[in-house]
């Protein structure tokens, strides 16, 4: 067995790929669905349906799943005319998601869905060119979903649940002012925040053809009373930038309707196709408003005018026997940023990724799950509107997602490949 | 466990991702159809580093020459020699230190308010650098057109900044200190002078010959057209920056021609009181009113008192305390002299003396295939103001981040934005891949 799982894994350093998705979206909510191209609206297979398509609980049995990304998202810069590639800081990043789901009659189902569908970090080299924009971000959202399903008729369900978010924003840049001392200004925005929405789906499993319908609603998460922090302000200038202030922002989450197909092929093998397409057009300004204004500390809205964006994705699974699957999976992600509006809070382009997956059963209730995705965000070379910035991002990003899944009910399944127990 | 090893190993194989950036390339310095090999630059203050009203070291090292030396040297540029100053405040040529921000009280109020004064302590002594010649850095504060050519100019009673480091005072030219060293490439900005001297003294006519004055095109003309020829004999190629106009720097722009701010009671006193002087072309109104001026234009009636409009610029060295507290420009004793103002007539003899100036220069890059920079196009753009990486500019005093305190020479940022003006023209003229400064390294304005 022990053999059989490095191999694997050397199989998934080759194949190595998979993606996040266009804007501040994590396209990363289940390992199953990561390995086949985060494909999941037409397939439900596992508890992550919670997130992909709420109805599809009718047709998963009652179990639990959790699971963990770690994803290197890798950007360089590089100023135009200026000779030089600044890459910024390499940092790792770890949505996650739990899920779990019962049956509570033959009808209906119960789920709780804990995941992270938004979020974002860039972490620019103290002193790049492009500290008087930013020099960090950090954007995180965890969101809480209890969800219904209801199986209207032997093979059509639907279902709903509520969202409620938590999260944080953390913003970090310089202010073009110099004290005595030579130090440059800084400011720090730093708050809590949350928001409620709502999932809806439906679905339809034939015998070879799944069939889904979902729709995510906007989450509009809000800023009360976040901490705005000035370091190193000159005194001559100390009441433009009044000590303990705060304040509110917010911030949308687009809300996101998908569709998606599979087909059974063959009884060990499926295939997947989801299109998704996200209302990015309700972020069109990040504003402001402090507690205390002054000539230097304006409610200025800064322009974000975002697009609506499409994103297509395929996906395969091959059932090798009742312990194995292997799967893969490519997209392609449009950017919701239009040219001129590129910033680096979000050095965002279009985007094309591979995943590659595998899940291995231990146990009659235990089965584990892992999953890669490589991305690379096509490079873009324009000039930012509103700051001046001009040149050119590029952006790579690897994810390896580890899962595991605990039937409430074992099966009765029988290895197919290794007569070894387990 | 086995899936302990796995994770291991996915551990590492992100690792391994991680540590490798996406593969953008930059491109890699060429000199083109340039030889930097031995680079000089020559002109005034601006070529110098001058800036807050001195020369200092710290505005040496933040000169736009020595920001193009640093590039150049990554296409085959050599040693850029500078004839630094010694660290400290700065000479402004007469003994006083530059300016800085600091608290000062103003006249109408006990609190303190930030503003310009001098630097606490002396003037840096212009130490004498000249055994350590030649130099690159040929810039000399206050030189006109006609000075650089002129053995006089670098005697112990011509130019002081000159004279402490060129190789025999007296004999020695600007000129020719910067062919000692056999350039390869060169930038000349010079001229400016030739129109500034008059313009921020006033436009007083001239009582002497010492006194400033426009000079006249065809000194300018055949002074530039030496100048380059002599630089370009020996194969060198260059680039030379026109000239700005006058109305884009805040010395002539910071004081408002409509300072005086009456209530209808005050307008109706002062209009009470020109009329019993019978000066009835001058009447006051409630709100914003101009200054009072002497206009001594050409024409114009010796002595001739008015309001100043739109037109007229108020220089940045009136009193702001004789403005405020002095009746300065609302007493019919107390009009505004010359000195102090370039009225309409004034601005528009500097503006056409300037423009046929450029054209002078622009006339002499074609003829000598030299990089021509804009710099009077690129100084406009600050009226409005630009914006480079985050960092918003204008032409304001203090609040606009790009200009030093004195009002006309740049701050180290706004010398950085200068010199990749120079690097994009060169790189355009001799199709150079020269890179531009990163802006942001460059410091603004500091405050207290």
Known sequence: MKQKYILSMLLLCCLGTTAWAGGFKIGLQGQKQIGMGHTGIGFAQDAATIYFNPAGMSFVKSQLNGSVNLLFPSTSFLQKGSGQVINAVNQAFTPFSLYGQVKLSKHLNFGLGVYTPFGSGMMYPSGWT???????????????????????????????????SQG?????????????????????????????????GAYYKGCRLGLGAVYHSKVNMKVHNGLATFNNIPQAAASSFPLDN?????????????????????E??????????????????????????????????????????SAIRIGAQWRVCDDIALRAGAFYDQTPIKDGYVNPELPDNNKTGITAGFSGRLSNRFSVDLSALYESVKERAQTNIETGLDGTFKTKALSVGFGLNYKLHGCSCKSCCNKKKY | MNILKLTTYIGLGAYLFSSCSPNLKADTASSGDADFSRYVAIGNSLTSGYADGALSLYGQENSFPKMLAEKFAEAGGGEFKIPYMDAGNGNDGQGHPKRVLGYVIPCNSSSPTIGPKL???????????????????VGVPGARSYDAILSIYSSSFGNPFLNRFCKTPGVSTMLSEALRSNPTFYTMWLGNNDALL???????????????????????GLAMRLMIDSLSKTGAKGAIANIPDVTSVPYFTTIPWNAVVLTQGK????????????????????GPNGLLIVDSSEGAINGFMRHATAEDLILITTPGDSLTCGQWGVNPYKALRDQYVLDKNEKIEIQERIAQYNDIIKTIANAYNLAHVDMNSYIKSFVPGIIYNGI?????????????????????????????????????????????????????????
Do not use: C
Not at chain 2, 409 to 429: D, V
């Open chain 1, 168 to 200: 944080n924003m953390l913003l970090q840049k310089d202010i073009p002012l110099q004290n005595a001392n030579g130090q440059v200004a800084n400011a720090e925005l730093n708050g809590k925040a949350n928001g409620i929405g709502y999932n809806l």
């Open chain 2, 119 to 137: 630097a606490n302590g002396t003037a840096t002594p212009l130490n004498n650098v000249a055994a350590n010649g030649p130099y690159n850095l």
């Open chain 2, 392 to 448: 918003s500019m204008n032409a304001k005093y203090i609040t606009g981040g790009a200009f030093s305190l004195d009002g006309i020479h740049p701050n180290p940022r706004g010398y950085a934005l200068i010199a990749n003006e120079f690097i994009k023209s060169i790189n355009n003229k001799f199709k150079a891949t020269i890179s531009l400064v990163d802006v942001s390294q460059y410091n603004g304005i500091v405050f207290p």
């Open chain 1, 246 to 266: 705060t304040f509110t922002t917010s911030l949308p989450l687009p809300s996101e309707l998908g569709f998606g197909l599979s087909y059974k092929l063959h």
């Open chain 2, 198 to 220: 008059y313009a921020t003294g006033g436009a007083v006519a001239p009582t002497g010959f010492l006194s400033p004055s426009l000079t006249d095109t065809t000194t300018f």
């Open chain 1, 130 to 164: 492009g500290r008087y924009i930013l020099n960090r971000i950090d954007l995180q959202s965890v969101y809480i979903q209890p969800t219904l399903s209801i199986r209207l008729a032997e093979r059509f369900s639907i279902g709903g649940g509520f969202v409620f």
């Open chain 1, 268 to 309: 060990k093998f499926v295939v997947a196709i989801d299109y998704n397409y996200t209302f990015w057009k309700s972020f069109d300004s990040l504003g402001f408003d402090y507690k205390y204004n002054t000539a230097s500390l304006t409610d200025a809205k800064s322009p974000r005018l975002y697009e609506n964006a």
């Open chain 2, 267 to 286: 307008a109706d006193t002062l209009n009470a009181i020109f009329a019993g002087a019978n000066l009835t072309n001058i009447t006051w109104n409630a």
